[in-house]
């Protein structure tokens, strides 16, 4: 999964040297956020992850770049931390709660109609 997702990223950026890839940052984009922000458990979190993490970053990189060096970095780990505070079961742990919240509000509408002649 890991060359796949290489040759992916060779392709998007169609030029690749050792210190673009071995950045701190990117690292820590790849290997860490994605299965912080998308739950670890199963394959959709990580992929979820990924997908909602890019924008944030480019967003975050776009907004920041002007400033001083380091801020976007910063922020980025605001955001990582945020994210494992509010939800730490990432966004399918919230999604799947939101699943059994609305799986039990129509299980208990339901079952109070079936006793209602």
Not at 28 to 35: G, L, N, Q, T
Not at 105 to 111: F, I, L, M, Y
Request: aromatic fraction near 8%; charge should be positive; proline fraction near 6%.
């Amino acid at each position: 999964m890991a060359g796949v997702g290489g040759g992916f990223y060779v392709m998007y950026v169609t030029f690749v040297e050792p210190p673009q890839v071995f950045d701190l940052g990117l690292n820590v984009e790849i290997i860490m956020a994605a299965p912080i922000i998308g739950g670890l458990g199963s394959l959709a979190g990580p992929v979820l992850g990924g997908i909602l993490n890019k924008p944030v970053v480019e967003i975050i990189r776009g907004t920041l770049s002007g400033g001083r060096a380091g801020t976007t970095l910063i922020v980025y780990g605001l955001f990582l931390i945020v994210a494992i505070m509010f939800m730490p079961r990432g966004v399918t742990g919230v999604l799947h709660n939101l699943y059994l919240r609305l799986r039990r509000r129509t299980d208990h509408g339901t079952a109070s109609q079936e006793g209602k002649p």
